[in-house]
């Protein structure tokens, strides 16, 4: 993949944040409170933090927010109403500041919502949203990107990749059509960027397992109840990794309101017991065991064979918001370097 | 974006109410507006999301044949937040449709060959929209049989059709209810729809089967049918996972690599042993 | 071989119970859960000031029961969460082992009856910090209350990391799924989310043990131990009632005595 290069200093990146936020962008990045660094929405590069390893949450929300109206409805006198969403509506959206694993997981969500009949509002959120990246500076021993395919200087996904050259300068890789169109008007923010290298400003990854030993390791091991009981003893089946994933898309559908209402699509998980249950009482997946072998199966098996992507980034969000430490870097290497 | 959102629903009439059993029903359902019904097309075996505005969806196959053209029904049981609603509405009320959705039972390669259907209790429904499907095209096909069974003879479904069935020559239908649930009157078998069939041993050559019932009795026929020399891949059945969106995208009823809502609902016992036990 | 290992080997090895239930080493310093079963494995357990989880939380999981009798390392909260456990009966008289680690011997405790004795000894109240913390909280008016839970709860995600943690939020089916009526909105909206956080603090008032597990597990970082320990403040001083200090008592917010004060209920 080529991209343009060009640079662009601390000041002119919060004169270009301010114009986008001028020409009525919303801006997603992330921001510190707490101890904890979470995508909120910003007013201006000050509010931004740039020195996190990674946000507690994903920033999927930009385009499958934890509660979407689908449409909305008016029932009464036995006539019925169904109001559809203004998809033109849509605010126009940068998320700044995503790691380039999470660029790469709107890939994944792209093949979730698209595959065979289109999203449209996902498709519509997704038309209005331009993803600027920054570069990973650091890492921690969650981050394992470059052992799914990604890497922290990866632009695939990015519109726009920024790298901290450490100087007080970006270099911006403008990857897509959409980043060179963002950048339109706001060039005289930017200088040349040819001859500035970015690899010696990035953070080390080391590749932690053979990604082409996972799927064939998952397939062997998957009869083995009590390998996943193992893993899985100290899971609590709460919904945090879900939640907190990037790729994770599995969702529920709920009505509320009487006789005006709406239609809304929720986050959910496939690591609830009651995910699967039938109204009769039947559980298709009933043990924990089965549904954190779910969990690994579909991202790292089902995903690649049915929608040609893999559903993992490497980001290790799931992992840092365990409650218990499940974490899925020790467990994806466990089954990568079982022996046959 | 000129396409229909997936997730908007036509609107529909209930024209009529049919009590089935004890908290069963089949509602007929005819398009609100009737450009949407002419283009509606469906196929035997597909299922799609019925909604009550305020309460929600649920996921029900087309109980009507693909023949009867006009309207769609719906047979369900009242046990949830969704089917209780459904279950209190009454004719001309409006109610949501969205499909129809996954695949199809594939009755023209089923051409020339006996039909065997077994099904028991509320599971019925999907199979009485191939079953007429296929007795109106009846020529197309040679014998065809049907086992039925349900818990009482309070609850088998359908009654009306029952014995339109079985007074037609061209079918054979034999219907059991599970020992104590019959009648003093009750005319058909009594026991277990697996020994039923062990006991009627339909011949398998040149014969598909469709069977459609809870877990344990699909469970406890395939083995009667492969002993009787059914072929794995011409025993078909319809899952019925948990679903929401029906579109493939809200991964409840990922099964294995499959997504219930678009590899199936119907799936061949050959298919079955294939994926893992989760449906 | 520490004291705890030692311990452990020696129950495993006597078969006097198939699992130890304790703290082992996790990621990134962390301590995590691990289930020992076999005697040779005794030296994976450790004990510091990184073992923070409650336990007890795994004696309700089905997956565990299924290993056998357990023994159970514990915090002071973990004593207190069995024997609140024993008091709604959910867990059986010798059913359990708990070990409690110290620096110089382990005490092994199998009876209900040895555990209350043991969490008699100790001070079951808030402590001075936390007292401190609660009064600052309580001292701010009703709208300034109402603003900081809004703010809160609006970053909620409802993955429900909270109940899941929680030892005492054993219900298989949550008000949160009763769906007939939908007592509480599944959505991670604001009411859905008020009111979801509401009804599981409301639902653990007299029996939270303040182990504050449901605040550590919570991936956004709600305070919710805040909740517990004004409920935790309030049913002391309504009810002169602390959870988990008999394996008999009665809740607070679910027994009826016929002396009871106030006019509304008799």
Known sequence: ?340 | MNARDVFKPFLMRIEQVTEEAPDVRTLRLVFQNEDEGRGFIFRTGQFGEYSVFGEGECTFCIASSPTRQGYIECTFRKAGRVTSALAALETNEIVGFRGPYGNVFPIDQWQGKNLLFIAGGIALPPMRSVIWNVLDLRDRYRDVTIVYGARTVADLVYKRELQEWAGRDDVKLVTTVDPGGETPDWQGEIGFVPAVLDKLAPASHDTVAVVCGPPVMIKFTFPVLARLGFAPGDIYTTLENRMKCGVGKCGRCNTGKYFVCKDGPVFTFAQLQEMPQEY | MSALQEKARELLASAAVQVVIGYGRGSGGAARAVFIREATKAGDLVFDGTCLQNLAVYLMKPEVRKLGKAALVVRPATLRTILQLAAENQIAENSLLALVPSAEEIVLLATFAAIEAHVAALDSDLSTAEKAELQRFTALGLDERRRFWEEQFSRCLKCYACRAACPLCYCTRCTVECNQPQWIPVPAHDLGNLEWNVMRAMHLAGRCVNCGDCSRACPVGIPLYLLNQKLVSDVFTGFNSRSGISARSDNALSTFKPNDPEDFIR
């Open chain 1, 1 to 340: 993949m080529e991209s343009e290069k060009r640079s662009i200093g601390r000041e002119a990146l919060a004169e270009l944040i301010s114009q986008w936020r001028s020409a009525g962008k919303r801006v997603l990045a992330p921001k510190r409170s707490g101890d904890k660094v979470d995508f909120a929405w910003v007013a201006s590069l000050e509010e931004i933090s740039l020195d996190h390893v990674q946000t507690v949450q994903s920033p999927k929300a930009a385009l499958f927010p934890r509660v979407e109206e689908l449409f909305s409805f008016r029932s009464a006198d036995g006539r019925v109403e169904v109001r559809e969403r203004d998809l033109g509506a849509l605010p126009e959206t940068v998320v700044f500041g995503l790691r380039p694993c999470d660029a790469a997981a709107f890939t994944a969500l792209k093949a979730i919502f698209n595959w065979d009949s289109p999203d449209s509002l996902f498709s519509a959120r997704l038309a209005r949203t331009t993803l600027v990246a920054v570069a990973c500076s650091s890492a921690d021993e969650y981050c394992f990107c470059t052992s799914v395919g990604g890497g922290p200087g990866a632009i695939a996904g990015s519109d726009i990749l920024l790298t901290d050259l450490g100087d007080g300068d970006f270099l911006a890789e403008i990857v897509s059509e959409k980043g060179r169109l963002m950048l339109q008007g706001a060039e005289a923010l930017f200088r040349p960027g040819a001859g500035r290298e970015k690899e010696r400003c990035l953070a080390r990854v080391e590749k932690a397992f053979d990604l082409e030993k996972v799927d064939p390791g998952l397939a062997r091991r998957f009869d083995d109840d009590a390998f996943w009981a193992g893993q899985s003893l100290r899971c609590l089946g709460c919904g945090a990794c879900a939640y907190v994933c990037p790729t994770c898309a599995c969702f529920d559908i709920q009505d509320e309101g009487g006789i005006t209402g709406k239609r809304l699509r929720c986050w959910d998980s496939c690591g609830f017991g009651l995910f699967t249950l039938h109204t009769s009482g039947h559980n298709p997946r009933p043990l924990q065991s089965q549904r954190w072998r779910q969990r690994l199966m579909h991202k790292f098996s089902y995903m690649p064979e049915r929608q040609g992507v893999l559903g993992c980034v490497g980001c290790g969000r799931c992992s840092r918001a365990c409650p218990v430490d499940m974490n899925i870097l020790e467990h994806i290497r466990a089954i990568a370097e079982a022996r046959p």
